[in-house]
T-cell receptor, first 112, second 112 residues
Framework: NAGVTQTPKFQVLKTGQSMTLQCAQD?????MYWYRQDPGMGLRLIYY???????DKGEVPNGYNVSRLNKREFSLRLESAAPSQTSVYFC???????????FGPGTRLLVL | GESVGLHLPTLSVQEGDNSIINCAYS??????FIWYKQESGKGPQFIID?????DKRQGQRVTVLLNKTVKHLSLQIAATQPGDSAVYFC???????????FGQGTELSVKP
């Protein structure tokens, strides 16, 4: 099993450009999450999907949209990137019967 | 002024010594706690978890202690090795909603 995979690994954008971060898991987990991590800080929840077909806002949703494409895939979209969105983005997934979340390797995003 | 959270607390230990990493959590209603290890350039990796009906849980070379009276969590690593060098995060969850609230993190540096 690959676990949680994320693409791309690294991306540079100009202010105002858009992009979609991809996440997939092969563990048959129901719930999926998107976090951002800024230097010297813990992870902050952007959006999550408790199950296929549902999405909800987390702590810092402004400037982002998400799509739960199917049970395996959960994407994060930046419609108009801003320098404040420079961060490392992590996707995670969880089986409903456990509270442990498993994380992907991250996408490093630089917005100029 | 300097923003809160830009500088991680750091713990430096000698190889072979025991390490204790502390965490204060915020919500007295939290019923699940988890420790993650994050190596440079990687996603957080699950180490050990504990529920609020327990005070102590042991894993391989790691022990988590929970003191609900003072809302304090600690991670003890026995015989610390250079491979233990990483940032360690605690996280809490309540209402079994699956959402984790992460602490700031502590950087552990192991000197050979």
């Amino acid at each position: 099993n690959a676990g949680v995979t994320q693409t791309p690994k690294f991306q540079v954008l100009k202010t105002g450009q858009s992009m979609t971060l991809q996440c997939a898991q092969d563990m048959n987990h129901n719930s999926m999450y998107w976090y951002r991590q800024d230097p010297g800080m813990g992870l902050r929840l952007i959006y999550y999907s408790a199950s296929e077909g549902t999405t909800d806002k987390g702590e810092v949703p402004n400037g982002y949209n998400v799509s739960r494409l199917n049970k395996r895939e959960f994407s994060l979209r930046l419609e108009s990137a801003a320098p404040s969105q420079t961060s490392v983005y992590f996707c995670a997934s969880r089986w409903t019967g456990s509270e442990t979340q498993y994380f992907g390797p991250g996408t490093r995003l630089l917005v100029l | 002024g300097e923003s809160v959270g830009l500088h991680l607390p750091t713990l430096s230990v000698q190889e072979g010594d025991n390490s204790i990493i502390n965490c204060a959590y915020s919500n007295s209603a939290s019923d699940y706690f988890i420790w993650y290890k994050q190596e440079s350039g990687k996603g957080p990796q699950f180490i050990i978890d504990i529920r609020s009906n327990m005070d102590k849980r042991q894993g391989q070379r790691v022990t988590v202690l929970l003191n609900k009276t003072v809302k304090h969590l600690s991670l003890q690593i026995a015989a610390t090795q250079p491979g233990d060098s990483a940032v360690y995060f605690c996280a809490e969850s309540y209402n079994q909603g699956g959402k984790l609230i992460f602490g700031q993190g502590t950087e552990l540096s192991v000197k050979p």
